[in-house]
């Protein structure tokens, strides 16, 4: 029996706190909000103000599916489409240039490789071969490094166009009297975008470095164990990092559902008690309150829609990039192991699976952003 009870309550501590954290964050409004126009105006001018404010490229890609109410019918599937094609025939002449380069290297040391076999001292060819084999490894470095910096601007990019529709879905909270919403939607989605923008800097680039040399000495040294201790710690961050951001979404999940419960229930009761105790101009009210809702609702769903399409733009160009660059190294790889170049191969291998790394830590961050907007999209609004 004091084992179910410890059970329950070790259950309940967690809802409850979930519960007082969307109470305490209706304290902490980052963004402030003026009712000096009408609800919809003021929604619709935070939405103008978050496409003014994209980079033009992004705009330009945004503004070419027509205007904000006739958007999301041209938001089909061929649009996506005509985008990731895009996306891809830019990456394709990088990564072209990429594997020319990763190929005459490992040609070139294919070719050293042979020739230092006619040294009859063992020691002097192995001199040789690490010789070549650390100037592979610098080579290497430098082709991946503006991989490395296009990841670092892919989520810096995220993150700032995210902050950007912030205001805009407190603009649509607030009109419409979900001011729970607001609060718990301002605080979860600047935690997110707080963890985003130090992510790299803290994370990414110290383990991708330490990562890098640990492949240099296991291909240098053959030893199995140090590329196990490059994979361990590509397993761990990115395990670590994905657990973060599905609590972090989690989170932000129920603590909406609550708050979105939470304002309903307000809206309707001042809406029961205007309709209750005045009779003739508390309906005339209520209704006036319906029809700004379902104003705001458009405006809602073109925002929400535009941020995702905003997103999918912003991580096109990058993931496409980083799949090249990974398909690179995989048939590098592939040459080297045929032309005899064991440690070239475990090399390129190694430096592969850093880019998958990112790879998968740039789409769960995009993914992240765009579960944050699916639920502004489908939450209800509280004077509907």
Do not use: W
């Not at 407190?170 to 923008?197: D, K, R």
């Not at 559902?257 to 001042?270: C, L, N, P, V």
Request: aromatic share 8%.
């Amino acid at each position: 029996m004091k084992t179910k009870r410890r059970v329950f309550i070790l259950l309940l501590l967690p809802m409850l706190l979930l519960i007082c954290t969307v109470s305490s964050a209706a304290e902490d409004m980052p963004y402030q909000f003026h009712f000096d126009e009408k609800p919809e105006e003021a929604a619709d001018g935070a939405y103008e103000t978050y496409i003014d404010g994209l980079p033009p490229e992004i705009r330009q890609q945004v503004e070419d599916a027509g205007e904000a109410g006739d958007a999301i019918e041209k938001y089909s599937v061929s649009y996506f489409l005509s985008l990731v094609k895009n996306a891809i025939s830019d990456a394709l002449l990088p990564g072209f240039k990429t594997l020319s380069v990763l190929m005459g290297m490992v040609i070139l040391a294919s070719v050293f490789r042979m020739l230092s076999k006619t040294v009859k001292n063992g020691s002097l060819e192995t001199v040789f071969s690490l010789c070549c084999l650390l100037c592979m490894a610098l080579t290497l470095y430098e082709v991946q490094k503006s991989v490395f910096a296009l990841v670092q601007s892919m989520l810096d990019l995220l993150s700032s166009t995210m902050m950007m529709m912030v205001p805009v879905m407190e603009a649509v909270y607030l009109s419409s009297g979900n001011i729970t919403s607001a609060a718990v939607s301002g605080t979860g989605i600047n935690l997110m975008i707080t963890f985003i923008q130090t992510l790299y800097a803290d994370v990414l680039s110290p383990c991708v470095s330490v990562c890098f040399l640990l492949s240099i000495t296991a291909a240098v040294s053959g030893n199995r164990g140090v590329s196990f201790m490059a994979g361990a710690l590509r397993g761990i961050v990115t395990g670590a990092l994905v657990l973060i951001m599905t609590i972090m979404t989690f989170v932000l999940s129920m603590q909406s559902g609550i708050a979105s419960a939470a304002d309903t229930f307000a809206a309707k009761t001042i809406k029961f008690a205007l309709g209750s105790y005045l009779p003739i101009i508390g309906g005339t009210v209520a209704d006036s309150f319906s029809m700004v809702s379902g104003s705001l609702g458009v405006i809602k769903q073109v925002a929400g829609v535009t941020g995702i399409v905003v997103i999918v733009i912003v991580m096109l160009s990058p993931l496409a990039s980083l799949f090249v660059n990974r398909l690179a190294l995989g048939m590098t790889g592939a040459v080297a192991g045929v032309l005899g170049c064991d440690r070239e191969q475990a090399l390129f291998r190694e430096t592969g699976s850093l880019c998958t790394l990112l790879l998968a830590i740039a789409i769960a961050a995009a993914v992240m952003y765009i579960f944050a907007l699916s639920l502004f999209c489908k939450a209800s609004l509280a004077y509907g």
